[in-house]
């Protein structure tokens, strides 16, 4: 069920009290980013309050935006078309914009509505149209990023797997989907895939971590589609055959022996909280925060102030398109 929140949320404000709020942010090192997902959505009603939103983002001029994956819903088609027509939009961004994968582009697209088609190779014709060159983002200024396809060979498939480094933060994209993660254990090839996709995720992790340890980064951001499915359980701890125990084992683990804050971004519920990370068994991980950002009906964005000499890292101010407000 999806939770109904006001635009101005008291996560966000106590966020602007945990880290330096953007009219503070001075240091040498101080950039900011926009983070955003699941848009557009509702299609093609929120290809205008789309274009509105780029416009906002660009007049911002971030040092980058991050686009979290789900370009449309779950239940309208997975065509080619609609994939290059929000790729299109993504291209109208001034600056550099980096993509990582949802389920609306694949794992749902089996649905009638949807268009029935095989998951998979709806998949691999997102990474063929989104991931042309997997060492450049998207967007009118593309920028650098180091790809697992490239630097793992044995993970080559993973094109969408990007990390990259700003000012001594380190960001890494990993693709981890809502609906189970793609586990579904009675359909063997969608397992075979969810597998093979945990293994590289883990791999990609670990490195980022070891990364950023070796190079005395002052903080990681992890950004990926998937909201764990952390609120759906009354313990908060994830059952046995849960498409994210590994992955959220794995961000315990780096982030324990890195020490320094961590942020995760996601999207995939439509609204937006921020609260500490809590691991697979439900508890709370030190110096871990998780963003989740606007979604849907929502057509807006995050804008985050880093300044790695700072305590906190972070700070947080959405960026509202007044234009995009819904009743």
């Not at 966000?12 to 955003?36: I, R």
């Not at 701890?237 to 982030?255: C, H, K, W, Y």
């Not at 804050?261 to 925060?289: Q, T, Y």
């Amino acid at each position: 069920m999806r939770r109904i929140l006001p635009l101005a949320t008291a996560a966000v404000l106590a966020a602007s009290a945990m880290a330096p709020a953007a009219e503070s942010v001075g240091g040498d090192k101080a950039f900011s980013f926009v983070a955003l997902g699941d848009m557009p959505y509702n299609i093609p009603g929120d290809y205008q309050k789309f274009d509105r939103l780029i416009a906002a983002v660009n007049k911002t001029k971030p040092s980058f935006t991050l686009h979290v994956g789900d370009i449309k819903s779950g239940s309208q088609p997975c065509s080619d078309e609609i994939f290059q027509k929000t790729l299109d939009q993504f291209q109208t961004f001034d600056g550099a914009l980096v993509y990582t994968i949802g389920d609306n582009e694949w794992t749902d697209c089996h649905r009638k509505q949807a268009g029935g088609f095989d998951p998979r190779e709806r998949l691999k014709r997102v990474r063929q149209m989104f991931f042309p060159d997997p060492q450049k983002s998207l967007g009118k200024m593309p920028m650098a990023v180091e790809s697992q396809s490239r630097l793992m060979p044995e993970f080559a498939t993973y094109v969408e797997n990007s990390r990259f480094e700003k000012n001594g933060v380190l960001f890494i994209g990993i693709h981890v989907v809502g609906s189970n993660n793609g586990f579904e254990t009675i359909d063997p090839e969608a397992a075979k895939e969810f597998f093979e996709r945990d293994k590289a995720n883990i791999a990609w992790l670990q490195a980022g971590f070891k990364r950023a340890q070796e190079s005395s980064a002052k903080a990681v951001v992890i950004f990926t589609q998937a909201e764990f499915d952390q609120g759906r359980f009354p313990n908060g701890s994830m059952p046995r055959q849960s498409g994210f125990t590994n992955v959220l084992d794995a961000i315990e683990t780096g982030a324990t022996a890195f020490a320094k804050p961590v942020l995760v971004v996601n999207g995939d519920e439509h609204f937006i909280e921020l609260k500490p990370m809590r691991n697979s068994r439900g508890k709370a991980i030190p110096n871990v925060l998780k963003l989740m950002v606007y979604g849907e009906e929502d057509v807006h964005a995050i804008r985050v102030i880093v300044d790695p000499d700072s305590a906190g890292v972070f700070g947080f101010v959405p960026l509202i398109v007044p234009e995009n407000l819904t009743k």
